[in-house]
């Protein structure tokens, strides 16, 4: 038998609870034993029609200290006390499954070196994209490839927004309610609507992509708190949708990243992607374009991502299976650098012979309904260059960046 603990029993831990649960059959037959749950822990107490109530546990000690524990489930969310007692579990040998982004991208490569000191493993598949698998098969499935790209919709919660305002033309206050009142926003969601959530997803994913620690706080981000309902209306006359999307590409040698919104046209692989999915776009320089797509979160897909860490970690007690990813740190090339074009709005006042003296030949977008702005698209040009020249003007409504696909 190999017994496992849950470190938290809310939405995913639950879930993971039910998923162990419900096809414990199926699972113990891949994992190879009978797998069991014998603790869940959790400061709160339940209903005594819970079924977590026969193993439930308030003391992490009790956990930690269980020679019978092979396997440990953090769920928690959080820097602490998710890292301390993560690392405690793989001290002693226990592998450790997570969901937990912020723990991955703060500590990922500490951790994954702690869990091969102790012939553990570190599992985190769930941590991006909920139930889409990617971390698996960036590690293993893609190994033969030089990743090139790396380009995703990380976040239901702003995907939805930006769905919503799109196709029924309403402005970002109004969506960002519904969603709290649908359950797709937290009541503070800051961390979703201003990229930071985005930001750890694509950290982690440069990280394993390229083999080296990228730290979160080094990545350009940019929320969509700023999209009007006319910044919709623009990119629809243009074919184009806008998505918040999480970047990283090598090019000339050097790892790019950057979180922001992009409008992107018809013929890339995540426009039509919608709602509360996301989608992953992985470019290898042998396995070319592939896409990963699925539901990005809620309580049983992830659930299902954690519970198949579970299975492969039982498949491999006491072998620690190498994920590329060194604590060395990888400095990321500047922002400036990236190339884009770039949607510009600007009071009506600007001249059009002012605009193309700064950017040269520029295409203009007319709306009848839209009056006293102009708007226009840039040519290709480095973050840098447009920087620099839109310092002369003071006219700027917005802007947006658009991708070259």
């Known amino acids: 038998m190999i017994n496992v603990a849950i470190l938290g029993y809310g939405t995913v831990g639950s879930g ?34 819970d079924p977590v109530n026969e193993v439930l546990c308030h003391n992490f000690e009790t956990i930690v200290s269980d020679p019978e524990i092979s396997i440990v489930v953090e769920v928690l969310g959080g820097i602490e006390p998710s890292y301390t007692w993560v690392s405690q579990c793989l001290k002693r040998g226990k592998s450790v499954c997570t969901s937990n982004k912020e723990l991955v991208a703060k500590h990922g490569a500490e951790l994954l070196a702690l869990a091969a000191e102790n012939n ?8 991006v994209g909920g139930g889409i698998p990617i971390i698996r098969p960036l590690n293993h499935s893609l190994s033969a490839d030089e990743i090139t790209e790396i380009t995703g919709i990380l976040n239901g919660t702003t995907n939805y927004i930006l769905s919503k305002m799109s196709d029924e033309g309403l402005d970002f206050d109004s969506v960002l309610k519904d969603a709290q009142e649908k359950g797709y926003a937290e009541r503070h969601p800051e961390a979703d609507v ?18 080296r620690q990228v730290d979160f706080e080094d990545i350009y981000t940019e929320g969509i708190t700023k999209i009007t309902d006319k910044d919709i209306k623009y990119a629809k006359a243009m074919n184009k949708s806008i998505k918040l999307l999480g970047t990283s590409c090598k090019a000339d040698g050097k790892v790019y990243a950057m979180v922001c919104p992009m409008m992107i046209g018809q013929n890339h692989p995540l426009y039509s992607v919608k709602d509360v999915f996301n989608a992953i776009f992985v470019n290898g320089n042998m396995v070319d374009d592939l896409m990963f797509y699925g539901r990005g979160a809620g309580k049983l897909p992830t659930a299902s ?8 970690a039982a498949r491999n007690l006491g072998n620690t299976l190498p994920i590329l990813w060194s604590q060395d740190k990888l400095e990321l090339a500047s922002t400036g650098e990236f190339k884009h074009q770039f949607f510009v709005r600007m009071k009506e006042e600007t001249s059009r012979e002012e605009i193309e003296k700064a950017f040269g030949k520029v295409s203009y977008v007319t709306l009848e309904d839209v009056k006293g702005e102009v708007a226009f698209v840039t040519p290709l040009m480095k973050e840098k260059e447009y920087q620099q020249k839109i310092k002369a003007f003071e006219t700027v409504i917005s802007m947006i960046r658009m991708n070259a696909k």
């Open 16 to 49: 993971v609870f039910e998923v162990i649960k419900t096809n414990n059959e199926m699972i113990s037959k891949k994992a190879g034993k009978k797998v069991h749950v014998k603790y869940v822990l959790d400061k709160r107490e339940f209903p005594a029609d």
């Open 120 to 127: 553990a493993n570190f599992f985190f598949e769930a941590s």
């Open 194 to 211: 201003e990229g930071y959530d985005a930001c750890r997803k694509i950290a982690i994913l440069t990280s394993l992509a390229f083999g």
């Open 305 to 312: 991502a954690v519970t198949a860490d579970v299975v492969e």
